[in-house]
């Protein structure tokens, strides 16, 4: 049974859809990967125009995001203040990427460099798991060869950043720059 997707100017079989959907979901419950990760290039590969791809995973993003802050707001386990912070830095970088996305569109280069950008993007992450499972795989086989935890400098570039803020909630006390542990 096909249904027609006017944004994407196609007709798709709603089963493959709803298939896709439940690989993924069952995939992103067992193993914790985010859904968005895994059903944009499935999009992808299915023929829907990556702009499309990309924008209709941005919305069930958020959706379950704001599903799970709802959660956690509940348990009283939400820094509002890093939360406010994450939403101010989100904002100037979604101006950002409306004015790359529209001059590439205008370009005629956007499909293009969506599929590149997420080719390089899925083989890095794959390429730094591997890495970092051949590791642990040999130091398991050879334990001598494990060095002894390093500790963190707090003398790092991150911790000589401008603009430091405490975050009650989190416990953190770090630059408006970088607002992540690290």
């Known amino acids: 049974m096909n249904i027609y997707l006017p944004i994407a100017e196609m007709s798709v079989n709603v089963f493959v859809l709803f298939g896709m959907g439940a690989g993924v979901g069952f995939l992103s419950g067992m193993f914790g990967v985010g859904g968005g990760f895994l059903m944009t290039p499935l999009l992808i590969f299915y023929n829907i125009p990556p702009a499309v791809a990309v924008a ?71 390429s730094l798991m591997l890495i970092e499972s051949l590791n642990a795989i040999r130091k398991n086989r050879n334990p001598e060869l494990a060095s002894p935890p390093e500790v963190p ?26 607002a992540t542990p690290t």
């Open 56 to 126: 209709t995973e941005a919305n069930q993003i958020v959706a379950s995001s704001f599903s799970g802050a709802l959660a956690h707001f509940r348990k009283a386990t939400v820094d509002i203040k890093l939360g406010v912070m994450l939403l101010a830095g989100g904002i100037v970088g979604s101006a950002f990427g409306v004015a790359i996305f529209s001059s590439l569109r205008q370009a005629g280069q956007l499909d293009l460099i969506i599929s590149i950008l997420y080719v390089v993007f899925l083989g890095t992450i794959g």
């Open 153 to 178: 400098s707090q003398q790092s570039w991150i911790a000589s950043l401008p603009f430091k803020m405490r975050f009650e909630r989190s416990q953190l006390y770090l630059s408006n720059y970088p």
